[in-house]
T-cell receptor
C-alpha cells in the first residue's frame, strides 16, 4: 500500500459532462502530482502542486483544472468531457526531503466517457 | 529538457533466465533515475533509484539496475526471472538543472511490457 488514496476507482460518464477526481497524499507529503495514462499516450504528466500552490504544469488541457487544499488533498476537475478523455488518472505524492525521493502512486481512477 | 526512452515495447523471457529492460535518458544537469513497475489495475510501484556513485543499484523483488554515464543508460536487470515479474515497467528521470524556464518534473518512458513464460 503506497499510502496515496484516490477516489472513486471507476467513473462512467457521458460526453460534455464534468467530473471531479480526488486524491489524498501520503501522510507528510506536501507535493501532489497528477498523471494521465492512456493506451496510446503512455503516462502523461498533467500538473503538480506543492503545499497548495501550483508548481509545474505539463500537458494539461484547458478543460482540466486542479487544486490542492489546506489539508493537502487534491482534486482534478475534468469538464466538457470528450471520448478521448477516457483514461486512467493517477495521483502521486512525494516527499521533498531530497531531490531523488521517489513518487508514490495511488491506484488510479478509471474514467470512461461514453 | 529531460527525457527518457525505453526502446522496447515488449520483452519476453523464459522463467529462470536473466532479464534486461532497457532505458536511456537525456538531461541538462545530473540525472536522477528511477524504475517503477505497474501490475494490472494498480498504480505504479517504486522499484529502485539511482544513487550517485553506485553504478549497480539493488532494489525490490531481486531487481537491480546498471547505470552507465557514457551511454546515458539505466537498464533494469534480474538474474533469474519469475512468472510473477510479468508486468509493465517504467523508467523515469528527473534532473537537477535549475535554469530559467526549466521544468524539473519527473519524466516517464513509454513503458516496457515484460512477459515471463513458464
Amino acid at each position: 500500500d503506497s499510502g496515496v488514496t484516490q477516489t472513486p476507482k471507476h467513473l462512467i460518464t457521458a460526453t460534455g459532462q464534468r467530473v471531479t477526481l480526488r486524491c489524498s497524499p501520503r501522510s507528510g507529503d506536501l507535493s501532489v502530482y497528477w498523471y494521465q495514462q492512456s493506451l496510446d499516450q503512455g503516462l502523461q504528466f498533467l500538473i503538480q502542486y506543492y503545499n497548495g500552490e501550483e508548481r509545474a504544469k505539463g500537458n494539461i488541457l484547458e478543460r482540466f483544472s486542479a487544486q490542492q487544499f489546506p489539508d493537502l488533498h487534491s482534486e482534478l476537475n475534468l469538464s466538457s468531457l470528450e471520448l478521448g478523455d477516457s483514461a486512467l488518472y493517477f495521483c502521486a505524492s512525494r516527499s521533498e526531503s531530497s531531490y531523488n525521493s521517489p513518487l508514490h502512486f495511488g491506484n488510479g481512477t478509471r474514467l470512461t466517457v461514453t | 529538457a529531460q527525457s527518457v526512452a525505453q526502446p522496447e515495447d515488449q520483452v519476453n523471457v523464459a522463467e529462470g533466465n536473466p532479464l534486461t529492460v532497457k532505458c536511456t535518458y537525456s538531461v541538462s544537469g545530473n540525472p536522477y533515475l528511477f524504475w517503477y513497475v505497474q501490475y494490472p489495475n494498480r498504480g505504479l510501484q517504486f522499484l529502485l533509484k539511482y544513487i550517485t556513485g553506485d553504478n549497480l543499484v539493488k532494489g525490490s523483488y531481486g531487481f537491480e539496475a546498471e547505470f552507465n554515464k557514457s551511454q546515458t543508460s539505466f537498464h533494469l536487470k534480474k538474474p533469474s526471472a519469475l512468472v510473477s515479474d510479468s508486468a509493465l515497467y517504467f523508467c523515469a528521470v528527473r534532473d537537477d538543472f535549475r535554469g530559467a524556464s526549466h521544468n524539473n518534473d519527473m519524466r516517464f518512458g513509454a513503458g516496457t511490457r515484460l512477459t515471463v513464460k513458464p
